[in-house]
Every structure is written in C-alpha cells, then in structure tokens.
C-alpha cells in the first residue's frame, strides 16, 4: 500500500491482461488472491447449470458468461466450447480484448515461498512472459535472463538475443497434477519441493501442459489455446489442457516461439476423485500412445505463417490420421476449425494480422 504523499505503483500489464476463470461456483477463493488479482479485470466463464447464481467478492472488475451467453455470442459455432468441463475456459480466451490471458482454477489457493513469503503468482507470469525464451539452445542455468543467472560458457553469442514468449506454464505445491492411476497408488503423496528455477521447454520437445496455472500471449498465440471438446457428451476428460498444449507447442516451435515452465507455484488445495478420473481419463490413457507420436512427427510448411494457418492445418492432420484411431478425433477436428472460424469472428483483426515474427534465437522450422 501507498504511503502518505507517495505515488501508487500501478501493476505491470494492468490494462493488458484479462483474468480467466472456469467454475460451477462461489468464488470465494478470490479473496485470498485479492492483494493480486484486484487490480486486473476478471472473465468468468460459469460452467454447468446457466441459472446458478454465482457468487463473486465486492470490489472485483468482472464479466461473467454463462452457457446461455455463449450459445446467444457464438450461436451454431458454440458447439466447439466444451459443456461440464474446465475446457470452457478457452471461450474466455476468445471474447478477450487483451494482449495477455492468465488462467487459474477456483481450488488454486496463494502459496508460499520457502522464506514464508506469500507469492504472487501473476506477477511471476508477467516476468516469464516480458523476457525471452532460448527454445533453440538449451542453458544448463536454466532462464539465463533471470537476475543473477546468464549464459553459461558454451551457449552460442548468435542465439542469446532469444525467442518472443508464447506461454508461462506455471506449478502447483500440495497436490500435484497426477493421473488417475497415479493419484490411486499414490494417494497420500504431496509436492513439498519448491524449485527456484523458470526453464524454456526445448525446440521439439513436447510436454503435458496444466491449465490450472497458466499464462499466455493471447496475440502470439491466442487461437492455438483451445483446450478442445471434453465433458458432457463427450468419451474422454482431463485431456483438456494437454490437447491445447500439444497444438500450441508444435506451432510455437514452428513460428520460432517460445514457451517457458517453473516458477511461479500455486497451492492445489484440493484432490479430484481418482475413480470419477479415471472414468474420464480411461479412453485418453490408451489413445495418449499414439497422440504424442501424431504431435512428434508432425509437421507445417513455410507456407503455415500464422497460428490460425498452422492451427487449421493440424486440424486436417488430425482427422485423417488420428480419426483413424476413433470417431472422435474427426469430430474434435471438426471443432478445430469451427474454433478458429468463431475467434476470427470474434476478434476480426487478428484473422489477417496474426503472422508471428521470426525470432533471432533459430529458424522457423520449414
């Protein structure tokens, strides 16, 4: 708080970043987070029952939609948003004005560093987010940009410009983000480890990304972060956030981005049902075998320069090789583009103006 006299500090991004939210819920969690989250404006996207009255703290900048607002926004196309599912949240993403997108998920509470300090997550992300990323050149020191860290001896002098961020994919301390086999046999297990490190994911490595924590450049990579058809009607969940993180990474590594994961930590309060998991997970498990080869050998053409290009382009790559796995994966393909085609409806500027530079840290993948 201000002193006397003083001249408050405005928060970094305050105009420039919305805060996305998915719940069935009161949220009440906010008020822990409300020394941070205040400041910045909130979209809340109600899933489940339309007619709930959702609760929010007095003080919040907020807009709420619920499922009777999206299917009066987006009218047909609102079949490509999930129903009874976090992956609801991506509606948020694309009704968003802003340059940045953090989302965070209702059971996530204000965790501590090890000297007892609160952290503030946000402010985490924007850091992340505001300085390059070394996607083509791995750095044994982790974010060389980081105070008290550089390049170590070795890293090539032509890559330590860097790469724009895409993507802050932030952790968890208390229950960590497993499995439904895992959370099984490991039941009792609790992350204590805090890890002081942010670390760029590599050129060509893929990586199970979580949306409970998470921030991104909605204008490097906005209409890639569609966290698919999960939920109701649907034969797989909790594959969600993994699906989008998989799409975007192979159209970052493409477009030259990069995506960085670590720090900042929240506290995961609370552990799903293992059994109601599994029931979700049981298709995913199976099909995950041959998902992540699909993303692994794909590939997209110089031709591909911009997301919504590369991201409709994956789409026919998933329908004819994956739909070949199960019916599904042609529906979810389908709803690919439907996705694209309601953002460039929704943010009309982008459709032409999205062409992602190329970074100076590598080539764009041909």
Same mark, same amino acid.
């Given at each position: 708080?201000?002193?006397?006299? +003083?001249?408050?500090?405005?928060?970094?991004?305050?105009?420039? %970043?919305?805060?996305?939210?998915?719940?069935?819920?009161?949220?009440?969690?906010?008020?822990?987070?409300?020394?941070?989250?205040?400041?910045?404006?909130?979209?809340?996207?109600?899933?489940?029952?339309?007619?709930?009255?959702?609760?929010?703290?007095?003080?919040?900048?907020?807009?709420?939609y619920?499922?009777?607002?999206?299917?009066?926004?987006?009218?047909?196309?609102? +079949?490509?948003?999930? &129903?009874?599912?976090?992956?609801?949240?991506?509606?948020?993403?694309?009704?968003?004005?802003?340059?940045?997108?953090?989302t965070?998920?209702?059971?996530?509470?204000?965790?501590?560093?090890?000297?007892?300090?609160?952290?503030?997550?946000?402010?985490?992300?924007?850091?992340?987010?505001?300085?390059?990323? #070394?996607p083509?050149?791995?750095?044994?020191?982790?974010?060389?940009?980081? =105070? $008290?860290?550089?390049?170590?001896?070795?890293?090539?002098f032509?890559?330590?410009?860097?790469?724009?961020?895409?993507?802050?994919?932030?952790?968890?301390?208390?229950?960590?983000?497993?499995?439904a086999?895992?959370?099984?046999?490991?039941?009792?297990?609790?992350? *204590?480890?805090?890890?002081?490190?942010?670390? *760029?994911?590599?050129?060509?490595?893929? &990586?199970?990304?979580?949306?409970?924590?998470?921030?991104?450049?909605?204008?490097?990579?906005?209409?890639?972060?569609?966290?698919?058809?999960?939920?109701? $009607?649907?034969?797989i969940?909790?594959?969600?956030?993994?699906?989008? $993180?998989?799409?975007?990474?192979?159209? !970052?590594?493409?477009?030259?981005?990069?995506?960085? #994961?670590? %720090?900042?930590?929240?506290?995961?309060?609370?552990?799903?049902?293992?059994?109601?998991?599994?029931?979700?997970?049981?298709?995913?498990?199976?099909?995950?075998?041959?998902?992540?080869?699909?993303?692994?050998?794909? #590939?997209? +053409?110089?031709?591909?320069?911009?997301?919504?290009? !590369?991201?409709?382009?994956?789409?026919?790559?998933?329908?004819?090789?994956?739909?070949?796995?199960?019916?599904?994966?042609?529906?979810?393909?389908?709803?690919?583009? @439907?996705?694209i085609?309601?953002?460039? =409806?929704?943010?009309?500027?982008?459709?032409?103006? *999205?062409?992602? @530079?190329?970074?100076?840290? $590598?080539?764009?993948?041909?």
């Amino acid at each position: 708080m201000a002193t006397s006299g +003083s001249v408050p500090i405005t928060p970094a991004l305050k105009d420039e %970043l919305d805060i996305v939210i998915p719940t069935i819920r009161n949220l009440d969690f906010l008020e822990m987070w409300r020394p941070f989250f205040q400041p910045y404006h909130l979209i809340i996207v109600q899933d489940g029952d339309p007619t709930r009255t959702i609760k929010v703290p007095e003080g919040f900048d907020y807009e709420l939609y619920n499922r009777n607002d999206i299917n009066r926004i987006l009218g047909p196309k609102a +079949s490509c948003i999930s &129903f009874k599912d976090s992956a609801c949240r991506c509606f948020g993403y694309m009704v968003s004005k802003k340059k940045y997108i953090y989302t965070i998920d209702d059971d996530c509470f204000v965790a501590k560093d090890p000297s007892g300090k609160e952290i503030n997550a946000l402010e985490q992300h924007i850091k992340n987010l505001l300085c390059p990323s #070394t996607p083509f050149f791995f750095n044994t020191l982790y974010d060389p940009y980081r =105070e $008290g860290a550089d390049f170590v001896r070795g890293y090539p002098f032509s890559l330590r410009e860097g790469a724009k961020t895409a993507v802050s994919h932030g952790l968890w301390l208390n229950i960590p983000d497993y499995d439904a086999p895992t959370q099984m046999v490991k039941p009792l297990e609790r992350n *204590t480890r805090y890890v002081d490190a942010v670390m *760029t994911v590599p050129k060509g490595t893929l &990586f199970p990304m979580c949306g409970m924590n998470l921030a991104f450049d909605r204008e490097l990579i906005g209409p890639a972060m569609y966290f698919g058809l999960m939920g109701d $009607g649907q034969p797989i969940g909790r594959y969600d956030d993994m699906w989008a $993180g998989w799409c975007m990474k192979v159209i !970052c590594d493409h477009l030259g981005l990069g995506v960085k #994961t670590g %720090l900042p930590y929240i506290w995961h309060s609370k552990a799903s049902n293992p059994f109601v998991n599994l029931k979700k997970e049981y298709n995913g498990i199976f099909w995950q075998e041959e998902i992540i080869p699909f993303f692994q050998a794909a #590939t997209l +053409s110089k031709d591909h320069d911009t997301v919504q290009k !590369c991201y409709i382009e994956l789409a026919k790559q998933v329908k004819e090789k994956l739909g070949k796995i199960d019916g599904y994966f042609v529906k979810l393909a389908d709803a690919m583009v @439907t996705w694209i085609e309601a953002w460039d =409806e929704q943010n009309p500027s982008s459709a032409s103006a *999205t062409t992602a @530079t190329t970074a100076t840290n $590598g080539p764009a993948k041909k």
